[in-house]
């Protein structure tokens, strides 16, 4: 084993690019091949309370994915919310975070690899000086950078992070391509940020299941009531669709969509009814206004939750809205999902050489 571990921070060019579920995927393929690893998120974002203390939820999910002993678990540093930033900006909060990390983090003698989870851009973190440039040059950390795919334009972000980011880029994954772009991607894309000197170490398909959310977290960004099948909350959400037309009209827009959340006012019955005999992971109904009770019992007949919630329709959709553009990996599917696309989409082994790792002589 190694003296001292090496760093690779996975950055993003945007925030919900697909870092955390690269860090999973990854972190899963350098434990089967051997590797001792740790991992660390220095800036929170998602943090919650917990047995009286504030922990970072990404965090604590990955090191229990992967059984990562505490050891093996860098501390988060900094919870980056308002509070903090009012804090920095008035003055309140003079703390030299470079010095913390370099405490906290570079004294880390165990393991062949940390990986830490970077900020959610280039430029977040700056006001504290945990930029993903400043956390890479505290720590000596190889940087491997994760863009979502949305034009050819994407080569312009890559290429100012190639300028800002210096030798330290090891290599970029370009995420969530368009079954019918990634032959355009593969051979106008690759090769031209390959002669940039910026290995491209993976491209991912579009999967409908990372990009879909759980009936559970409808219910947690809703607050919403579930009114029966409590049991069936991990039912996976693909689509939205909105019950205000006519009941025929709604007949034919449901039959071309699938795995829907429907979102009705409690008083249409008839949208209610049609929903249920689509498909539909969950029907959310609006008003507070209760469903009668054969449709209650058909919801149950087919294992099909009904959400309600104190709000109008239009301020429910966009919270559901929201919700799919700011998912998350937290679902047993999405796990094996993003586990198998990083298995069948990146290069391990180029990666590896890159940072001159060898997980033979790790196991030895």
């Known amino acids: 084993m190694p003296k001292s571990a090496k760093y690779l921070l996975i950055g993003s060019t945007e925030a919900y690019c697909g870092k955390s579920a690269t860090v999973l995927g990854l972190s899963y393929q350098l434990q089967q091949n051997g590797l001792d690893i740790a991992y660390g998120k220095p800036l929170g974002t998602c943090l919650s309370e917990s047995a009286g203390t504030m922990v970072e939820e990404d965090v604590q999910f990955i090191a229990n994915n992967l059984n990562l002993p505490k050891n093996r678990v860098a501390p988060t540093m900094l919870a980056l919310n308002e509070v903090a930033v009012q804090k920095r900006l008035q003055g309140l909060d003079k703390t030299n975070y470079q010095n913390l990390l370099a405490q906290q983090y570079s004294e880390i003698q165990v393991g062949d690899l940390v990986l830490l989870e970077g900020p959610g851009n280039l430029e977040e973190g700056s006001l504290f000086d945990l930029s993903l440039l400043q956390v890479a040059e505290v720590v000596d950390a190889a940087v491997l950078l994760v863009a979502r795919y949305k034009s050819l334009l994407l080569v312009e972000a890559l290429l100012c992070a190639k300028q800002r980011l210096g030798d ?55 607050k919403a009531e579930v009114l029966c099948c409590g049991d069936r909350l991990d039912l996976m959400v693909e689509s939205l669709a909105i019950g205000a037309m006519n009941v025929n009209a709604a007949v034919k827009y449901f039959a071309m969509r699938r795995n829907m959340a429907v979102v009705t006012g409690g008083d249409r019955v008839e949208i209610q009814q049609a929903a249920l005999e689509t498909s539909t992971q969950c029907l959310i109904l609006t008003g507070q206004l209760p469903p009668p009770s054969f449709i209650l019992n058909r919801a149950e007949e087919l294992e099909i939750p009904i959400l309600s919630v104190d709000l109008d329709t239009l301020t429910t959709v966009e919270i559901i809205d929201r919700t799919f553009g700011t998912v998350r990996v937290h679902e047993p599917l999405k796990v094996e999902c993003i586990r198998h696309l990083m298995a069948q989409h990146f290069d391990l082994d180029r990666l590896l050489a890159l940072l001159n790792l060898n997980p033979a002589a790790a196991i030895s």
């Open 168 to 222: 330290r880029l090891v290599g970029v994954v370009i995420n969530d391509i368009p079954a019918e772009q990634l032959q355009a991607v593969n051979t106008t894309i690759r090769p031209f940020l390959e002669q940039q000197d910026i290995p491209v170490l993976g491209m991912l398909p579009k999967s409908v299941l990372l990009c879909s959310v759980s009936v559970r977290e409808l219910v947690n960004q809703l």
